[in-house]
């Protein structure tokens, strides 16, 4: 019973291609994010949506696209892939209490390389 | 700018002996701190987490000290063990608003040796 999982956990491809991260998360939480892992383990936050709304957006460019159906989902559509997208992708999920701050769990991660 | 400096960036210890993480911020805004442990091809995943009205938080083998004044908090792991060898993440957000957003620090890799 995978509470956070991401479809693919590996995506090798070439540089330009378009590619897209699946993210299902089964807690019934209301808020999910997307995080990039780059080769030095940094982890930076990229997006984030709360009841399918983008609430962050961390400047990001834009050939970064996420979509979330639904509150369960969130996708992460890239375009025109280059070499620097090299990198782990996390979704996350919390609950999101206003005032308060929930645990956010994170899935498997998808490693992307580009070439 | 880095707003949650961790260090070391890497540490070697024991099996026994205890592990010390520390991490300084800047913003004094921050007023949640968790320590995510994450293990090789996995997910980061919470370990504990400290809010500064406390100056010490206890679970198990796993101890934040926090230091509200001088900005620092530290993650202490007591008779560490070789199952406890990953990265541990320190992280600081603030409460409310519509902007809320965890900012890590660059990790620490502790190796236990048996």
């Known amino acids: 019973d995978t509470a956070v999982s991401q479809t693919p956990k590996y995506l090798v491809t070439q540089m330009g291609n378009d590619k897209s991260i699946k993210c299902e998360q089964n807690l019934g939480h209301d808020t999910m994010y997307w995080y990039k892992q780059d080769s030095k383990k940094f982890l930076k936050i990229m997006f984030s949506?709360?009841?399918?709304?983008?609430?962050i957006n961390e400047t990001v460019p834009n050939r970064f696209s996420p979509k979330s159906p639904d509150k369960a989902h969130l996708n992460l559509h890239i375009n025109s892939l280059e070499l620097g997208d090299s990198a782990v992708y996390f979704c996350?999920?919390?609950?999101?209490?206003?005032?308060?701050?929930?645990?956010?769990?994170f899935g498997p991660g998808t490693r992307l390389l580009v070439l | 700018q880095q707003q949650v400096k961790q260090s070391p960036q890497s540490l070697i210890v024991q099996k026994g002996g205890i592990s010390i993480i520390n991490c300084a911020y800047e913003n004094t805004a921050f007023d949640y701190f968790p320590w995510y442990q994450q293990f090789p091809g996995k997910g980061p995943a919470l370990l504990i987490a400290?809010?500064?009205?406390?100056s010490e938080k206890k679970e198990g083998r796993f101890t934040i000290s926090f230091n509200k004044s001088a900005k620092q908090f530290s993650l202490h792991i007591m008779d560490s063990q070789p199952g406890d060898s990953a990265t541990y993440f320190c992280?600081?957000?603030?409460?409310?608003?519509?902007?809320?957003?965890?900012?890590f620090g660059k990790g620490t890799l502790l190796t236990v040796n048996p």
């Open positions: 400290i809010r500064p009205d406390v």
């Open positions: 996350a999920s919390s609950r999101w209490a206003g005032e308060t701050l929930e645990t956010q769990y």
């Open positions: 992280a600081a957000s603030t409460s409310g608003g519509s902007n809320y957003k965890l900012t």
């Open positions: 949506y709360n009841n399918k709304e983008l609430i």
